[in-house]
């Protein structure tokens, strides 16, 4: 069996060719999703459905030569096993009905969790079992913080305002929520290690709103336990942070939480992360996805920029932000047949 | 007349205290503004109104011990003055007439640009003439990449994507509408110093969305041009560039549009921005809002978290974002005592 690119990359090794997956890689903008999507039910009886969400899984894969499968499923996952209720509207985004006060953490519940996550498991494994040799599996979780922002305020929000508010006002409060989150989620992440994921990400997407003091402890200090329950399972499974937005704290977030790679979003300067993290983490990213629906050359010399800024240490190719549904798909071809031949000119 | 501490410490200067606003100190959360409002017909209206202007920007001074006053209106009067239907809906935000091709900045023209923005000139000039000794005043303008994600989006959006679309894809035509921006901005803020503007800021809400080398491109060198003209006409004006998320690019920013002071955002981490900005500029910020709709001992403590992180330099105190409607103006006056206050104990 060939060793995924990704894999040794991710475990310290060197890979002639950049590793490559790009975030939200399975979904709208492929016809063949939408087609699955419409047989499906609600978004979330497509997650739970670990025919449909395997299928859909490894459809991206079938079309481009990606390093790697991420998991098909959402972070708003957790909230919906522990009992609070999770809706996706058309266009809309998720609604849940919000906590916003201790108290309203009496409705939560680990009874369930189990159940309700056991289908997720049955995807990974059924991925695993599918993916051809060289293919990289990525399981995921969302942060406490960022799934705690979508608790809170029943809603994506601008400024995720009323998850500050309780953060803010009630810290003791606060922490009861990000510790039910830290051991539900530790937990479905070494589920899905022990299900067959080879590498796991934790999406902490609304990392960037928090000031310096509230980042550590709310972003840093509940991802660093929850790597430090997975490694005590799973203690090689490589794990890749992302605490998108967090701008000049990458680099305390990386010290502190130990995870292995940093995913890095649009905004992060490719100069300043190569010469401020490279040294000590493996880095992914970080193209802007608007590039991508662009096209053309304009986004072949982004790539091209990235991969050369990269170039000086440990790097999988990636975007800073996940696809939108207006991508079009031969746009996604032709970069990533441009990353692939890029190490091939440049090593040879 | 005692010149404004504010003035004092952006020329370089010592100043006894620490000077403070905040942004949208002038605004929803004041009962005192919600009548004027109610009064004033459009939003619009009321920006172009000054009287009524002049008054709204005077009514925070008359409650709190503020060191400036920021003159009431918005960014997008220029879109406005150059012909572009604009409209603010109760809730929703700004509504504009999109354009998003080259063909459409045809229907922009700077002919009506002096006779539309006349009265915002007129209230510069009252709030002047009305402003008590000590107490600077503060002009602003959008940036023209923040302008121009409004004018080509139509409205407020969550990843400034038909900007990006425009400016990714079609270079050189974005390039003919941030130039037109960079014209009438330069003239506009030359105008507003011409009525009597002791300090200039640049708004740049949405820089924090582009990649480093898109930033360069529509962010600082926009900036830097503007900054360019307004010092041909006003060598002496302090400016201030607020180039929202931009992280570790603030440093870039600051050095290549030689803006005076920057204004940093709530998630700029004050111990980065101390050790690498401090320096050679002037800081202002950086406390997250919220903490004033939470209030009490936790806005105090983080406020002089604050103070002391920027203890070492000049320092402008501010919030990080614009003040929200929700917040009870009590707490504001116990943060503004709290910040007058820490700096006399300081020094004492």
New interface residues.
Partial sequence: MIKPSLIEILHGGQANVTPVWLMRQAGRYLPEYRKIRERAGTFLDLVYNPDLAAEVTLQPLKRFPLSAAILFSDILVVPDALGQQVGFQAGEGPVLEPIRTVDGLKKLSRARVEDVLNPVYETVRRVRAALPDGKALIGFAGAPWTVATYMVEGRGS??Q?EA??WA??D?DGFSALIDLLVETTADYLNKQAAAGADVLQIFDSWA????????SKWSIRPTAEIVRRVRDKNPHIPIIGFPR?????YA?YARETSVDALSLD???????AAQ?LQDHWILQG???P??I????K??LE?AG?ILKAFSGGPHIFNT??GL?PETPPDHVAELIDFVVEWKHENTS
Same sequence: chains 1, 2.
């Fill in positions: 601008k400024d305002g500050k508010k803010y006002a810290p960037g709103s928090l000031p310096e003091n509230e980042f937005g967090a701008g000049p704290l305390d649009t905004a992060l300067p490719q100069s300043w401020h970080n193209l802007d608007k590039f629906v662009a096209g053309g304009r986004m982004e920029r800073g932000h939108t």
